[in-house]
């Protein structure tokens, strides 16, 4: 391929909205284009990079015997109602009307559309399990679009659905698929962790999430130095909460002009913050328009994780109440909400933290004033005690180290749905007693175009993009340095077809520029090897130079063929 004959458009200058490394890089290196807020093209030499990701997955799908098939992008809005995600998925749905007016959405996830078609298609367990997989474009109306490709209104991924008849045919596809994900992202040079996960809107009681550790993620990955790995919303600690053994004394309602926060409650009472209780304040929405006030319970300074109180509420959604909907239910403003005297219409959840707690101050749902000497059972009831709070770094993690935080890109996902889509949507087998069973179904995702920016934000340096040998562009970037001569000219070229005859993807900078540019955009791109063509081609000798570490090694033009195949041999035993 010749450099004057491709789509590179590179730049000195990163966007000015551009906030991650990857963003900047690979707009500045001309892989992508931003044709609106969260809508992107991808370039020539981005598209290479998914084409390369797509051929790394389909490989590894062929090893477990998936099958590739393709759904259509726009999906009618009646099978989404039928699975209750029409309304779940909210906003972040795009839905239009098309003719007579019947509803459309562009589809996000595919569950619906594979269920339906695998329920008209199979009706015996002897043509099951089964896997089918997609690579197609998603769709998902970000409110804020950022990170370049990493979180867009328009991306591509792959979707694989397993449909089984029995517990023991999830079980050994969803192990088939975390053993191809491990592959998948080892071929392409990723690092990565494997994490405990919530399954949120896609459903499910078991997943596990692939996430990239970078500088700019949309996750905090919870981990520790031995074999625990889970995301904010799902990491655990272990309980060490020691029960208090003080005599419940008189409850008394104090006034607090002015606290209208934890540690502002602790001054104006004069005690510890962890000694009050936070009394957070939510509506879960339980289906359309019913809605269950919940009122969470947790030490001062603990923070509650939201993502756990709606599992344990089972909602389709939790918000936080609004000041009017706190008046409405405990007749005061959030500072001064409490659980004393509050209705049965209200759902009380305390953290496990509070359980041990005696002598506790609280709001009193009377604006500038708080109870003290609070206690459970005597002075309120709570309905459900549970892990509700967000762990902390230095915590003890259950595998009995200290949890770390960092931040970490989702790259792939795996759930164990069970029958949840199927029941809805009557997709039944007969089983080999002869009775109607649900499929049991697994859903397995991997973010195929936000794979470029995890790559870039993990391997990218101040000079440009670094990209492993598996999924570059291009194996070698040859640059003769001054194309006006004829022998560097010639000798490039015959190294390009040398090293294509061999089976490696070439790109020649056959462009009549400086070389300082050429060396700069060469980096820029961050193709693995560079082969650069000078001085020393009357003497016939050339230098390669290894992108990743800057290395360079000079070696007769005749060498070049064997010296690239030892060196991209060398960095992708690096990369494993």
Avoid at 192 to 199: E, G, R, W
Avoid at 211 to 219: I, T
């Amino acid at each position: 391929m010749k450099q004057s004959k491709i789509l590179i458009p590179t730049s000195k200058e990163a966007p000015s909205d551009a906030e991650a490394l990857s963003h900047k890089m690979m707009a500045r290196a001309g892989y992508i284009y931003q044709i609106s807020s969260g809508v992107w093209s991808y370039l020539p030499m981005g598209y290479r990079v998914i084409r390369k990701i797509e051929k790394i997955i389909r490989e590894e799908m062929d090893k477990i015997d998936a099958v590739e098939m393709m759904m259509p992008v726009m999906l009618p809005a009646d099978i989404w109602k039928q699975t209750g995600r029409y309304e779940a998925y909210g906003d972040n749905l795009f839905k239009f009307n098309g003719r007579n007016d019947r509803e459309y959405v562009l589809g996000p996830t595919h569950e619906e559309s594979f269920t339906e078609v695998l329920r008209d298609s199979i009706k015996s367990y002897k043509k099951l399990p089964l896997v089918v997989y997609q690579l197609q474009d998603k769709f998902r109306d970000e409110a804020r679009p950022r990170y370049g490709v990493l979180r867009s209104k328009e991306f591509e991924m792959f979707d694989a659905y397993s449909f089984s008849a029995d517990q023991a045919g999830l079980d050994a596809a969803y192990n088939d698929q975390a053993k191809a994900y491990r592959n998948i992202f080892d071929r392409i040079g990723l690092d990565y962790k494997v994490i405990l996960a919530d399954s949120g809107t896609i459903g499910g009681d078991n997943s596990q999430e692939f996430s990239a550790p970078a500088e700019v993620g949309e996750d905090v990955i919870v981990y520790t130095d031995g074999d625990y790995a889970a995301n904010l919303e799902k990491a655990t600690s272990k309980f060490t909460g020691v029960q208090q053994t003080d005599e419940p004394a008189e409850l008394l309602k104090k006034p607090t002009p002015g606290a209208h926060t934890v540690d502002e409650a602790a001054e104006s009472l004069g005690i510890d913050a962890n000694q009050i209780l936070k009394a957070m304040f939510f509506m879960a929405k339980m289906g359309e328009d019913d809605y269950q006030p919940v009122m969470v319970l947790m030490r001062g300074n603990d923070t509650v994780n939201e993502t756990k109180v709606a599992n344990a509420v089972d909602c389709e959604d939790l918000e936080l109440a609004t000041e009017e909907q706190a008046q409405k239910y405990l007749g005061a403003h959030p500072g001064s909400l409490g659980p004393v005297g509050v209705g049965e219409d209200v759902k009380i959840l305390a953290d496990n933290y509070v359980k041990v707690l005696v002598n506790m101050a609280c709001g009193a749902n009377d604006d500038g004033h708080h109870y003290v000497n609070a206690n459970i059972d005597r002075d309120f009831r709570v309905d459900e005690f549970g892990d509700f709070r967000t762990v902390e770094e230095g915590e003890i993690a259950p595998d009995g180290n200290p949890i770390k935080f960092t931040n970490g890109i989702e790259i792939g996902h795996i759930f164990k749905l069970g029958t949840g889509y199927s029941e809805k949507m009557g997709a039944q087998v007969l089983n080999e007693n002869g009775r109607l069973v649900d499929m049991i179904m697994g859903c397995y995702g991997i973010g195929v175009s936000r794979l470029l920016s995890a790559v870039a934000e993990q391997n990218a340096d101040e000079y440009g993009l670094v990209w492993p040998d598996s999924i570059a562009p291009f194996n070698v970037h040859v640059i003769p340095v001054n194309a006006k001569k004829k022998d560097q000219l010639e000798m490039a070229e015959q190294i390009t077809k040398d090293l294509e005859d061999s089976g490696l993807d070439v790109l020649i900078d056959d462009r009549k520029e400086r070389a300082g540019v050429k060396f700069a955009d060469s980096d820029l791109i961050g193709i693995p090897l560079r082969v650069t063509v000078g001085k020393k081609a009357s003497e016939g000798i050339v230098e390669i130079k290894i992108r990743k570490t800057g290395e360079t090694v000079e070696v007769k033009a005749e060498e070049v063929n064997n010296t690239v195949q030892i060196l991209l041999k060398q960095l992708a035993n690096q990369d494993d």
